[in-house]
């Protein structure tokens, strides 16, 4: 298992979201969805599941996209949690895992957590990725929550 720590106190709103999408409070959330993209000493990247895409869109008509609420962390290392976007303030249902330093990040992608413990686990699913992305087989979380 991995167990991820959140800085609600500093990205309040974004670690409100991400800590929504692991509960599934909103109807919709984390829990079966897959990892879709890895990159070896880069990123473990995962969104909302697909078969509740139409539930996360139709959420996000009505509710304000999640903004950047502050890029006072840095991509300093591994393990970091991490908003994935299009651009400033698109921040929505996917959030990935550095698994290294990326300072190339800083600014752009809104740190909002790192893993508690797992980083193991973290560590085996970087080798079904490969340079594009791609992933080698089907990693998904099958379940989350909050503890």
């Known amino acids: 298992h991995v167990t991820m720590e959140l ?20 109807g919709f959330g984390f ?15 995962v969104s909302v599941a697909e078969n509740e895409m139409h539930a996360a869109w139709r959420w996000h008509l009505t509710k304000p996209v999640t903004r950047d609420s502050s890029f006072l962390l840095k991509h300093t290392g591994p393990g970091l949690l991490s908003m994935a976007n299009k651009g400033r303030d698109t921040n929505t249902s ?13 600014f752009k992608h809104v740190v909002f957590g790192f893993v508690k413990d ?11 990725g490969s340079p594009k992305g791609l992933v080698k087989g089907r990693i998904v979380i099958t379940d989350c929550g909050q503890i």
């Open 94 to 106: 996917q959030f990935f895992i550095t698994l290294k330093k990326a300072e190339h990040l800083d």
């Open 31 to 45: 829990k079966n969805s897959s990892f879709h993209r890895i990159v070896p000493d880069f990123v473990c990247q």
């Open 118 to 128: 797992g980083m193991d686990v973290v560590k085996k699913m970087e080798s079904f």
């Open 7 to 26: 800085f609600s106190n500093i990205v309040p709103r974004t670690a409100e979201n991400f800590r929504a999408l692991c509960t599934g409070e909103k």
